[in-house]
């Protein structure tokens, strides 16, 4: 997965990664995406699912942390 990080101290998002190389088709992705509020504009962003799915096909150590956190958030 090929992906670009935007971070931003001023804004509430604060990080963003644009990713470009996706290892799920794009049309799936976007079936599932859920909206969010920034600035009041409403942005798509990929659904917890399906980032789980892309960390652990991306494989790194901190990807791999990170879905460890994100299937608690799921739990709750």
Same mark, same amino acid.
């Given at each position: 997965?090929?992906?670009f990080?935007f *971070?931003?101290?001023? %804004? &509430?998002?604060?990080?963003?990664?644009?990713?470009?190389?996706l &290892?799920?088709p *794009?049309r799936?992705?976007?079936?599932?995406?859920?909206?969010?509020?920034?600035?009041?504009?409403?942005?798509p962003?990929?659904?917890i699912?399906?980032?789980?799915?892309?960390?652990?096909?991306?494989g790194r150590?901190?990807d791999?942390?990170?879905v460890? %956190?994100?299937?608690?958030?799921?739990?709750?």
């Amino acid at each position: 997965m090929k992906a670009f990080n935007f *971070y931003s101290a001023s %804004l &509430p998002i604060g990080e963003i990664d644009l990713v470009i190389d996706l &290892p799920i088709p *794009y049309r799936q992705l976007k079936k599932r995406a859920v909206k969010i509020e920034i600035q009041g504009e409403k942005i798509p962003v990929v659904s917890i699912q399906d980032l789980i799915k892309l960390k652990v096909k991306a494989g790194r150590k901190q990807d791999l942390a990170d879905v460890d %956190l994100l299937r608690k958030i799921l739990e709750k």
